[in-house]
């Protein structure tokens, strides 16, 4: 997983971070030819609520729909109704995939990155939410 992570070689703390991730359970991998292509964490840790807190594609592997698939995932497993993530301004890719998945933009915070704000995006289960006023 360090091979696809881009910020891995500029951060140490980054492979106790994905350790962190696999031993929560909470890390999804896409693998191609029997090696890691892209990986997500989804857990809860956002206002309690579903929440993306990464999304990384090996750099050769973007653009060809494994960020997609891991996002579409993550919407298909989330046990909780509302599903979050983030991005900074600058992360245009990211921001047209998160539309692209029906994602709408919800806020944004300030002061993370110096001068590049990240921006919070939200998508609602509303499959589970009508099936519960269905009911």
């Given at each position: ?10 951060d140490?703390?980054?492979a ?11 890390c ?100 589970d ?7």
């Open positions: 997983m360090l091979s696809v992570d881009s910020i891995a070689p500029d140490k703390r980054r106790s971070q994905i350790a962190e991730w696999i031993n929560k359970q909470s999804y991998l896409v693998e191609l030819d029997n090696e890691v292509a892209a990986y997500g964490v989804l857990n809860y840790h956002f206002f309690h609520h579903g929440y993306i807190e990464m999304l990384m594609v090996k750099s050769e592997h973007r653009r060809h729909q494994l960020g997609q698939a891991l996002v579409e995932h993550f919407k298909s497993i989330c046990k909780d109704p509302k599903l979050f993530t983030t991005t900074n301004l600058s992360n245009e890719p990211m921001q047209l995939l998160l539309q692209k998945c029906g994602f709408s933009r919800s806020g944004q915070i300030d002061n993370l990155d110096d001068g590049d704000p990240e921006l919070v995006f939200f998508w609602a289960n509303t499959r939410n009508e099936a519960n006023l269905s009911k």
